[in-house]
C-alpha cells in the first residue's frame, strides 16, 4: 500500500458490497464474509473488471470506502482484491484519529466519502457505490450509483463511470 497523504491525486472511492459483487453480504465469525445471493453470483466477481478498467489510468489510487475496511481494517480488505487493484489502495475512509468508529458508521456513506476528500484534498475524485444517501448538491457529479446487484458491471453503470473515469484523467 502507497503512503496515504497524496494531494492533488486523483482518487477512486470504492465501496464493495453492490459494487465488487452483490449488495447482501453476511459475516459469520468463523467463516467470514459470504453472500445471501443466488448461485450466479459471487463475492468479488467484478473486481477483474475494475481492474481493467483503471489499467489505462495508472494515476487513479484507490480510497476504500467500504464498511470492509472499518471490520477488518484496511490492510486486510484490501488483500481481498486482485493485486492491480491492491496496489493503488492508499487507505480507507475511516480514521480513527478523526473519528470515533460508532460516530463513523452512523453517518451516510456519501458524507464519509467527503470528509474523507476534503481531508485528502485530491485534484479529483469518483466514488463507486450503490448507496445513494449523502450524495447530493455539488458533490453528486463525484459520484457513480452501481447496480445493488451487479455492481459496476450493469451496462448503464459502465457507460457512466467510463465517462466520468475518462473525463477525470484527461484534466
Known amino acids: ?56 489510468y495508472p494515476q487513479v489510487q484507490i480510497v ?33 484519529r478523526y473519528m470515533r468508529k460508532d460516530d463513523f458508521q452512523a453517518l451516510p456513506r456519501g458524507k464519509q466519502v467527503i470528509a474523507d476528500a476534503h481531508r485528502r484534498q485530491p485534484r479529483d475524485w469518483l466514488a463507486l457505490d450503490d448507496a445513494e444517501d449523502g450524495w447530493s448538491g455539488p458533490y453528486e457529479r463525484h459520484w457513480v450509483q452501481t447496480h445493488q446487484y451487479e455492481g459496476v458491471s450493469a451496462p448503464e453503470v459502465l457507460a457512466i463511470f467510463k465517462q466520468k473515469l475518462e473525463a477525470m484523467c484527461r484534466q
Do not use: C
Not at 492491480?84 to 487507505?91: K, P, S, T, W
Open 1 to 56: 500500500m502507497m503512503s496515504s497523504s497524496r494531494r492533488n491525486a486523483l482518487i477512486l472511492f470504492l465501496d464493495f458490497d453492490g459494487v465488487l459483487h452483490h449488495e447482501n453480504v453476511r459475516i459469520s465469525n468463523g467463516s467470514g464474509p459470504f453472500l445471501v445471493a443466488p448461485e450466479r453470483y459471487q463475492l468479488f466477481q467484478h473486481a477483474e473488471l475494475l481492474a481493467q478498467l483503471l489499467a489505462p
Open 64 to 96: 476504500l470506502s467500504t464498511s470492509w475496511a472499518v471490520h477488518y481494517g484496511v490492510a486486510k480488505a484490501a488483500k481481498r482484491l486482485p493485486p492491480e487493484l491492491q496496489a493503488r489502495v492508499i487507505g480507507g475512509t475511516f480514521h480513527s
